[in-house]
C-alpha cells in the first residue's frame, strides 16, 4: 500500500500537478476549511487522548496553523520569485538569480504530544513549496488524495515507508528514533529535517523577579502535562535562591490548577502507561519536594518538583518529558555557563535576568537551538523564527518562509548573453600575463546588483542630483546677478 501510494503521489509530481501557485493556494485554503471546520472533534480527540482542555488545543495548535496558513497565502508569491544576486564584469549583461522549486516528494513524520501543530506546519510549508508528501495525522483531510495521502500507523507503517524513496524526510519525535530516520535516509542520500528534544536548561539569575519568574516557568513546564519538547527540562539556579524558587512554583501551582491538580480541567495526564511507568522510574529515590502524588488507573503525575538534584542523577541524565521539574544548584554564572556547556547542545535555552550582562554572557557564550530570554516557550511562537535544533538536538529548521525553503531547492540559475564576448575573450586560451591581469580585474571587481528595484532608484537619484545641481546653479546666477546690480546702485549712491 505504501509503495503505491508514493509512486502515485511522484506521478503526480512529475505530472507537474503541484507546481502551480494557484494550486498551492487552492490546498492551503482547503486546509484552513479543514481546521476551521474540525475544531471541535480536535480539542474532543486531544480531551480523551491526554486530558488537554479544550481551551489549550487552540492556544497551542490551531491559532498557530491558522497563521502559518494565512502567512504562507499572502507571501507564496514572493517566496516562489527567482531571487536576482549580485553579479561581476564578466557577468554584467547576464541574468543570475535564485529560482526556489520543489525538492519532491517529501515524507513528514509527525508527533503525538501535539500532533495537529507538529504534523500540519511542516505540511502548510511543503504545500506552499509545491512537494507532494506523506504527512500520517488523522485522515480528515479535504486536499487532493493523490498529492498528499496520509498514513495512520505505528512504528510498522513507519518502517515500510523509510523504506520508501523520498526526496526529503521531515522527522519530529526522540532522538533514538531520529536516527533510525537518519539511517534509513540515508541509503537513498535523502536530505533529513530532525526536530528533536533534550534536556533544555533553564536559567535564574539571583537579580530577577522570582515571582514573574516562577509564573512563566511554571506555566511552560507543566501545560501538556510536561509533554513539550522545548519545556525546560531543569532548573539551574544559587542555593540562596533555591527554596525562594520552589516556593514561587508552589504557590503559582495552586493559582492554576487548584490543591488538587487531578481535579482540574486545565491538566492533562500522560499518553500511555509505558510512559507513566518510565516517569515514574526517573522519580526513584527522590523525595518531592512539591507534588509527587500520582494514580496509575489515570496515568496521573501531579506537577513534581525535585530540589538539590545532583547533576549525575538519573533525572538528569535523559530528556525527562513530563510534569517532573529537578533543580540543579550551581555556584554562579561561571558555573551555569560551564553546567550548560559540558552537555548536548540543548532544543531550547531559557534564561532569566535583570542583569544585562548576564543575559549577554549566556548568549555569547552558550549554543542552543533557540533561545527566550525572561520567558520560556515563545520563541516557538514566531514564524518569522526559525525552529530547529543542532547537534543531538536535531537538525534543520521551520516555520513561515523557513518551511518554505527547507522543502525547496534553491537553483541556481545563470542566463548568460551571447553578446559582450570582448569581455568573455580574456578567459579564453592562449592566455598570457595581460589577459590574466584583466580576468582577474573582472572577477574581483566588487560585486553590483543590477536588479530593476536598483535600476530605478539609480535613475531616481540620478534625476534628482541633476535636478538640484541646475537649481543652485540659478540660484547661484540670481544671485550674483542682484549682487551686481546693488553694488553699481551704491557707487551711484555716492
Not at 78 to 107: C, F, H, K, M
Not at 149 to 156: A, D, F, L
Amino acid at each position: 500500500m505504501e509503495k503505491q501510494a508514493v509512486q502515485r503521489a511522484r506521478e503526480a509530481f512529475l505530472a507537474g500537478r503541484s507546481r502551480p501557485l494557484e494550486f498551492r493556494v487552492q490546498q492551503l485554503k482547503s486546509l484552513q476549511r479543514m481546521i476551521t471546520d474540525r475544531q471541535g472533534e480536535i480539542a474532543t480527540a486531544l480531551k480523551q487522548d491526554i486530558n488537554r482542555s479544550q481551551y489549550d488545543t487552540p492556544l497551542f495548535e490551531l491559532i498557530g496553523l491558522e497563521n502559518e496558513i494565512s502567512l504562507a497565502v499572502s507571501k507564496l508569491a514572493q517566496w516562489a520569485a527567482p531571487r536576482p544576486v549580485e553579479r561581476n564584469l564578466l557577468t554584467i549583461s547576464d541574468q543570475a538569480y535564485i529560482q526556489p522549486e520543489p525538492l519532491g516528494v517529501v515524507l513528514i513524520i509527525g508527533a503525538w504530544n501535539y500532533p495537529w501543530a507538529l504534523t500540519l506546519q511542516p505540511l502548510v510549508g511543503a504545500i506552499a513549496a509545491g512537494t507532494p508528501q506523506r504527512p500520517p495525522p488523522p485522515s480528515l483531510f479535504l486536499l487532493s488524495c493523490e498529492l498528499y495521502p496520509v498514513v495512520c500507523g505505528g512504528v510498522s507503517e513507519t518502517q515500510e515507508l523509510l523504506r520508501q524513496r523520498f526526496d526529503h524526510v521531515f522527522y519530529t519525535g526522540n532522538s533514538t528514533v531520529g536516527k533510525l530516520v537518519m539511517e534509513a535516509a540515508a541509503r537513498h542520500l535523502t536530505p533529513v529535517t530532525l526536530e528533536l528534544g533534550g534536556k533544555s536548561p533553564c536559567y535564574i539569575d539571583k537579580d530577577v523577579d522570582l515571582r514573574v519568574a516562577c509564573r512563566r516557568i511554571t506555566w511552560g513546564k507543566f501545560v501538556n502535562c510536561g509533554q513539550t519538547c522545548i519545556a525546560p527540562d531543569y532548573i539551574l539556579c544559587e542555593p540562596s535562591i533555591q527554596n525562594r524558587v520552589v516556593e514561587g512554583i508552589r504557590q503559582t501551582l495552586l493559582e492554576f490548577y487548584g490543591p488538587d491538580p487531578k481535579s482540574s480541567p486545565d491538566y492533562g495526564r500522560i499518553i500511555n502507561q509505558r510512559h507513566f511507568n518510565r516517569l515514574m522510574t526517573l522519580l526513584e529515590g527522590y523525595t518531592a519536594t512539591v507534588g509527587g502524588q500520582s494514580d496509575s488507573s489515570q496515568r496521573y503525575i501531579a506537577p513534581t518538583v525535585v530540589k538539590d538534584v545532583p547533576p549525575q542523577a538519573r533525572l538528569m541524565q535523559e530528556e525527562i518529558f513530563g510534569p517532573l521539574l529537578p533543580i540543579v544548584t550551581v555556584s554562579d554564572i561561571d558555573d551555569a555557563i560551564h553546567f550548560i556547556n559540558e552537555r548536548e547542545k540543548p532544543l531550547a535555552l531559557y534564561v532569566f535576568s535583570s542583569n544585562k550582562k548576564v543575559i549577554k554572557r549566556m548568549l555569547a557564550e552558550t549554543t542552543s537551538g533557540g533561545v527566550t530570554v525572561n520567558d520560556v516557550i515563545m520563541h516557538y511562537t514566531l514564524n518569522s523564527l526559525p525552529f530547529g535544533g543542532v547537534g543531538q538536538s536535531g537538525t534543520g529548521r521551520y516555520h513561515g518562509k523557513h518551511t518554505f525553503d527547507q522543502f525547496s531547492h534553491h537553483r541556481a540559475c545563470l542566463v548568460k548573453s551571447l553578446g559582450m564576448e570582448e569581455v568573455n575573450i580574456v578567459r579564453y586560451p592562449p592566455q598570457n600575463r595581460q589577459k590574466a591581469r584583466r580576468v582577474r580585474l573582472a572577477m574581483r571587481t566588487p560585486l553590483v546588483d543590477f536588479s530593476w528595484k536598483t535600476y530605478i532608484w539609480a535613475v531616481t537619484a540620478t534625476v534628482f542630483a541633476f535636478g538640484l545641481f541646475v537649481t543652485l546653479t540659478a540660484i547661484l546666477l540670481i544671485a550674483g546677478g542682484l549682487n551686481c546690480t546693488c553694488w553699481r546702485l551704491w557707487q551711484i549712491w555716492r
